[in-house]
């Protein structure tokens, strides 16, 4: 199975500041189509995960633009441009290139300093 | 707007059964492949099952292979997860999230429904 590594585990960021994540993958995300099949979700604490991005940069509808993905082959980063307080949470990222089974980072605690 | 609602959790002991349910509504259910995921205790999502819009494929993680069964209603516009010969770490928050594309993930996600496996 694909190992997807994140790092920080912990981001204590000021309101205002950027934000950025990275999230490495045990081999290549890049898909026998050509495409790299690399996700990333928000959870808000108490809530249900929420996904921000799709195929590494693809912003799910309601997303804000500060929201940013990029990245490719096996090393892929979540950036926000602005961190807003309702940005805190764990944020994971998951591969679909290898699956079944998908599989996800260990998640990054953001929290505002 | 799409819902997904998820119930039957509750407290086991270690051996027993549960049967998890996912009621879907605001789509049409059928058109749609979905997931269970879980998430233990202060812990990380884990992706456990997958089935297809038809149910012609279904897919489990190696943790819950043999135990735990997927299957859908789409007359009842709802998705299940039987799980049987539970283990305390089994204990996690269990959600339902649909598949609009496979390599895409989970795009929808119900609001959890806990289980808790203990003696």
């Known amino acids: 199975d694909v190992v997807m590594t994140q790092s920080p585990l912990s981001l204590p960021v000021t309101l205002g500041q950027p934000a950025s994540i990275s999230c490495r993958s045990s081999?290549?995300?890049?898909?026998?189509?050509?495409?790299?099949?690399l996700t990333w979700f928000h959870q808000r604490p108490g809530q249900s995960p929420r996904r921000l991005i799709y195929?590494?940069?693809k912003r799910d509808s309601g997303v804000p633009d500060r929201f940013s993905g990029s990245g490719s082959g096996a090393d892929f980063t979540l950036k926000i441009s602005r961190v807003e307080a309702e940005d805190v949470g764990v944020y994971y990222c998951?591969?679909?290139?290898?699956?079944?089974?998908?599989?996800f980072g260990q998640g990054t605690k953001l929290e505002i300093k | 707007e799409v819902q997904l609602v998820e119930s039957g959790g509750g407290f086991v002991q270690p051996g027993g059964s549960l049967r998890l349910s996912c009621t879907v509504s605001?789509?049409?259910?059928?058109?749609?492949?979905f997931n269970w995921v879980r998430q233990a205790p202060g812990k990380g999502l884990e992706w456990i099952s997958y089935?297809?819009?038809?149910?012609?494929?279904?897919y489990y993680a190696d943790s819950v292979k043999g135990r735990f069964t997927i299957s859908r209603d789409n007359a009842k516009n709802s998705l299940y997860l039987q799980m049987n010969s539970l283990r305390v770490e089994d204990t996690a928050v269990y959600y339902c999230?649909?598949?609009?594309?496979?390599?895409?993930?989970?795009?929808?996600w119900g609001q959890g429904t806990t289980v808790t496996v203990s003696s």
């Open positions: 195929r590494v940069s």
């Open positions: 999230a649909r598949t609009m594309w496979s390599y895409y993930g989970m795009d929808v």
């Open positions: 089935i297809s819009s038809s149910d012609s494929t279904i």
């Open positions: 081999q290549s995300l890049v898909h026998s189509d050509g495409n790299t099949y």
């Open positions: 605001g789509i049409t259910f059928s058109a749609y492949e």
């Open positions: 998951m591969q679909g290139t290898h699956w079944p089974p998908y599989t």
